[in-house]
């Protein structure tokens, strides 16, 4: 029953005029079932597989993220990753589990490939939630995580493409663009030319789970910004904003700009809408609303004050409903949004849901 109190809030956070986009995602209502960002379509479906043999939400989500975490040609998440300033590769994920109400998490972990395993030895064999850096990494090799050279050949070849064309100023000669390494001509197909001239594209993978038995569980994965500032982390290690999970209500999560979703606890606010009588996909287009009323620098809106950034969100209830929604309709690939989705009728991409028509700008 949602009272009339909460059903006026939740009114009050729809104040833009633009209609929401297509209506798929509002789906669901079968368990178990696995929702998350397109990238991570076999993850979901090895997850929805997992908990159909009876393993634990959870375990679930994670192999099915280990599997983008382990795939070099995934340049977001996980090994291949394309790495910070300096050429290293950081990693953040977290974890979170409905039935025990646990989290754990890691950030700027160096050389782990699966940051998603560590951040669950780290919710289950410590009193803590985040560790980051240099005690992240002590830590999982205290847990006899193989140490592995995360940068692959590919990524070190877009690193040094986007070093040598980051000024006129500086002593990098601009590479020829008629001879360009067919690694960097295959990032720029699968990223866009944009993902090198703004160096704040985004990956990461998500997945929400629910169980046959209600139960839930989330992970989010990623290797952060392109060429961000080393020891840069975003939202998708911190709980309550990356992932976020309560038994009883939902799971959430996000991929895209990790800053705006930090600014406003996306996964926190998306479960706490669904609380209130919200569906998933609407929980998830509430945050994007917040983003778009709380979004106030000029730096980071279009000519008509729209946030100019992708983000996306995940949610799944309790009862099996899922749901997506993302900034802009449009990927940077210039094909149309999507998400993933794992229940009884198999694994596929549906259409997302989405605040505005178009296409992000930064
Ligand atoms: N959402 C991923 C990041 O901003 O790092």
Not at 285 to 314: H, M, V
Request: net charge neutral; glycine share 12%; proline share 6%.
């Amino acid at each position: 029953m949602v009272s009339r109190r909460l059903f006026l809030s939740s009114a009050a956070l729809a104040p833009f005029a633009h209609a929401a986009g297509a209506p798929a995602g509002t789906g669901g209502g079968d368990r178990p079932v696995v929702v998350g960002s397109s990238n991570g379509l076999k993850a979901a479906e090895l997850a929805l597989a997992r908990m159909q043999a009876g393993v634990d939400p959870l375990d679930a989500v994670i192999a099915g993220v280990n599997l983008v975490e382990d795939d070099p040609n995934d340049m977001s998440v996980g090994y291949g990753g394309i790495p910070n300033e300096d050429g290293v590769v950081q990693l953040d994920a977290c974890v979170m589990h409905g039935p025990t109400a646990r989290a754990g998490a890691v950030a700027s972990l160096e050389g782990i490939k699966n940051p998603s395993k560590v951040a669950k030895a780290v919710m289950e064999t410590t009193d803590h939630i985040l560790l980051v850096g240099p005690g992240a990494r002590r830590f999982a090799e205290m847990n006899g995580f193989p140490v592995e050279n995360l940068l692959t050949d590919k990524a070190r070849k877009v690193w040094l493409y986007w070093k040598q064309n980051l000024s006129a100023k500086d002593k990098w000669l601009e590479p020829d663009a008629a001879k360009l390494d067919p690694a960097v001509q295959e990032f720029i197909r699968d990223y866009g030319r944009d993902s090198f001239r703004d160096p704040r594209s985004h990956g990461t993978v998500h997945l929400s789970a629910c169980d046959g038995r209600g139960d839930l569980a989330g992970c989010t994965s990623t290797s952060g910004l392109f060429f961000k500032m080393p020891g840069r982390v975003g939202d998708s290690p911190i709980i309550g904003a990356g992932c976020f999970v309560d038994n009883a209500v939902g799971s959430a999560g996000s991929t895209g700009r990790g800053e705006a979703n930090l600014l406003i606890s996306g996964g926190h606010l998306i479960v706490e809408r669904m609380r209130a009588g919200r569906s998933p996909k609407d929980a998830c287009l509430d945050a994007l609303r917040r983003i778009a009323e709380t979004t106030k620098e000029k730096r980071l809106l279009d000519d008509r004050g729209r946030p100019a950034f992708p983000i996306s969100f995940y949610a799944v209830s309790k009862s099996g409903a899922y749901g997506m929604a993302t900034m802009w309709s449009t990927r940077p690939s210039g094909k149309p949004a999507q998400f993933a989705v794992a229940d009884a009728r198999g694994a596929r991409l549906e259409a997302a849901a989405f605040l505005y028509e178009g296409m992000a700008t930064i």
